[in-house]
């Protein structure tokens, strides 16, 4: 795996070191980075017969992506994402801020928009290698595809700069739901209350930001960067003990971590920490 700097929660740790399997991120440049957290690229190559899950619990934004066969905004999953990978392939993605997802939406959350669609409005459902994007969504499709694989950061560039030109400039509202997703994963925060304190607005103002632009609730932010912590503690080597987790991520108890964690992984965190843990 190739982060070039990115610091990443997201894909649970035994996604990147599958045999067959690369994964690449790439930074973005400063006139971006308030619509685009970063470029990420999956590269596979797997024998006939042989599949590989990739799991993730997703950031709040969605992402835009291009493939071989298929292409558009993927919305948020609330729960565990998960993305089967056969055969050879590619995917070249920009994961967006959710500034970025509101306006590239027409104002549609990308909390709101199932996983797989993108929906401009009530009447119109986006399905791959359509246009709805906008008008240069397929060239850009084609300039992606044409440099894939072999300069996956080129690609990247070059969807980045798609997104930048689709968007203009970030409003307040956006720049407000940026601040608070960004608040959210810093991790200080263990309360909606205090949440709101943070980023300077009361609480109703908060949950309005986060129905409006994010899509998702500012507890589910909250839940999201404290399971993203665990997941990654718990597949590092030497994870720590389960009830000294639970306490560190501001759970009252060992049981009612060990209950958000079950009920979005689908695994217990003991089990989980067996089933992800490095290689020796």
Known sequence: MADRGVPVRGPLPSSGRRPGVELLRFPVDDGAAALVRHVWVPLWSLAPGEQ??????????????????????????????????????????????????????????????????????????????????GPDFAEVCVRVRALMPAEPEHAGRVLTEWVVRSCGPVDPEGELANAVAEAAEQGRARTVAVLAEQVGVGERQLQRICRRRIGLSPKWLLQRRRLQEAAARLGAANPPALADLALELGYGDQAHFTRDFTTVLGSPPARFRREHAPPR
């Open 52 to 133: 590989v899950v990739q799991e993730m619990l997703q950031y709040p934004g969605g992402n835009v992506v291009v493939m071989a066969d298929e292409a558009g905004f993927y919305g948020v999953d609330a729960g565990l994402g998960t993305r089967t990978l056969t055969g050879t392939g590619w995917a070249v993605g920009v994961l967006l801020r959710p500034a970025a997802a509101g306006l590239l939406l027409c104002g549609q959350p990308a909390g709101a928009v199932r996983p797989g669609v993108a929906r401009m409005d009530v009447g119109s459902v986006i399905s791959a290698e359509r246009t709805d994007l």
